[in-house]
């Protein structure tokens, strides 16, 4: 009892449904495969094999057998949220010229720009064939919004980010697209293929939704705050690569003329020199907002929990409430 307690949320909900997620990643290993293009297979294992939760897709299983879908078009589904992600962090690297991902050098530094990219590509195309062998138009238009929203909150971030005038309703619009649409995508279908009720299936939307918003604005926090070992990033990267995430837009809201000034040379001029670093945390800690912070990412986990009332007493759906506060038990 004790080992199931400790045990991580999302290692329990892989552990419960691992047969289904056997048959994603194998039908994953299949679709990735190009019988004219090896470099195709290259690029996507070295990403969809580099030891990643694969949370999305379990997202999708967990929605639907939650549901009690008895059918195996989740599999495809499931598949298809992962094609998507994995698509976008190929393009990702190559937009935010990134050297390492997970631990490991990215494929745009192995390869190069041009592989990741066209890469992306194909898994975006294989993701959409995927979701018309589903035979559903509504599970199609979902996914095919998500793939929309999720490249339109990337062009909306990459305008934003050095942006003074950047507040939090333009970052929680970021944070939609490249993060939340797809967390809510991945729920929603699971829901909408099992055929469940529609107060279900927007459950299970709003769920996704909300847990995707506190997962995003955790990891902003972590970057100020976080242990390099437990997060892969080095403290404070964000302010290097003069990203506006929400601590930082919270300080800036209350700057005096100086301290504003402060952040028009590190964030919108680029400016940075030593020292610059700590005088950012120190503005922050002076205005609270790495505490205020938090609290939104508790108050998003919180919304996620009880999204999932209406949804049928279930092993998964204790596993998806406890993985909603495990997204902000880090930052503690």
């Not at 057998?65 to 589904?77: E, I, T």
């Not at 699971?190 to 995003?216: M, R, S």
């Not at 700590?278 to 999204?307: C, H, P, S, V």
Request: a negative charge; one cysteine or more.
């Amino acid at each position: 009892m004790d080992a199931k307690v400790n045990t991580k949320p999302h290692d329990r909900l892989a552990a419960t449904l691992s047969s289904e997620m056997q048959d994603v990643n194998a039908l994953i290993r299949t679709r990735m495969a190009s019988e004219h293009a090896p470099r195709i297979p290259e690029v996507t294992a070295h990403l969809v094999e580099a030891g990643g939760k694969r949370l999305r897709p379990m997202l999708t299983l967990a929605a639907a057998r939650l549901c009690d879908y008895q059918g195996s078009d989740h599999v495809k589904l499931a598949a298809t949220v992962e094609f998507i992600h994995t698509a976008t962090l190929l393009h990702d690297d190559v937009v935010d010229e990134s050297a390492q991902r997970r631990g490991r050098p990215t494929a745009n530094l192995l390869w190069d720009n041009k592989s990741s990219v066209l890469v992306g590509d194909y898994l975006f195309a294989r993701s959409f064939q995927l979701m018309v062998e589903t035979n559903s138009l509504r599970v199609l238009d979902i996914l095919a919004n998500a793939a929309a929203t999720i490249a339109e909150g990337e062009v909306l971030q990459m305008t934003a980010a050095t942006d003074l005038r950047t507040d939090e309703s333009v970052y929680l619009k970021v944070v939609r697209g490249k993060t939340a649409a797809l967390f809510s995508a991945a729920t929603e279908v699971g829901g909408v293929i099992a055929g469940a009720p529609e107060a279900q299936v927007k459950a299970l939307f709003d769920y996704g939704d909300a847990l995707g918003i506190a997962f995003q604005i955790a990891d902003d926090l972590l970057d100020y705050q976080g242990d390099a070992k437990a997060t892969g990033k080095n403290v404070g990267d964000d302010f290097r690569e003069r990203k506006l995430t929400l601590p930082v837009i919270k300080a800036v809201a209350q700057a005096t003329d100086e301290e504003r000034a402060f952040w028009v040379r590190t964030i919108e001029k680029g400016k940075q020199a030593e020292g610059d670093l700590e005088q950012a945390l120190a503005l922050m800690e002076k205005y609270g907002t790495l505490a205020q912070t938090r609290a939104d990412a508790r108050a998003w986990a919180e919304k996620a929990r009880d999204a999932l009332d209406v949804l049928p007493s279930h092993e998964i759906r204790t596993m998806l409430s406890d993985l909603a506060e495990y997204v902000v038990s880090r930052l503690n």
